[in-house]
């Protein structure tokens, strides 16, 4: 079990097939111009590919699966989470949590105040 991250121009990331979808010609494309991503190989499906991001600061593999128009991740640090929201804003579409929460720059600046405050001070 864990919590997915989606990027997706759909209302909410679960929708079905939807004219907003991502489409796979347009991960495609945009992998091969992102540098830090490279696919996996090609899926058996051609609607579930996966690209890694090779540029993660912890050498950490983390993988990018395309799915039903949208492309998500598990489990994102904040790392992964600043490369998703520069991904969505290049594909123009957002970054949504499991339960249909919009993440975006401000979830990242009060993550980075808070990591400022003391272990002690929790007010």
Not at 25 to 43: I, M, P, R
Not at 78 to 93: E, H, P, S, V
Not at 101 to 116: G, P, R, T
């Amino acid at each position: 079990m864990g919590y997915d991250l989606h990027i997706t121009r759909k209302e909410k990331w679960y929708d079905e097939v939807s004219p907003d979808d991502i489409t796979i010609q347009e991960w495609v494309d945009y992998v091969k111009t992102d540098k830090e991503l490279e696919f996996a190989g090609e899926s058996k499906k051609p609607e579930e590919w996966l690209a890694i991001w090779l540029a993660e600061p912890t050498n950490k593999q983390i993988p990018f699966s395309y799915y039903n128009g949208c492309i998500q991740t598990k489990n994102p640090d904040d790392a992964t989470i600043r490369k998703m929201l520069n991904i969505a804003q290049k594909l123009g579409a957002k970054v949504i949590g499991d339960e249909d929460e919009i993440w975006d720059e401000s979830y990242l600046a009060a993550e980075a105040k808070k990591a400022d405050k003391p272990w002690w001070k929790f007010w």
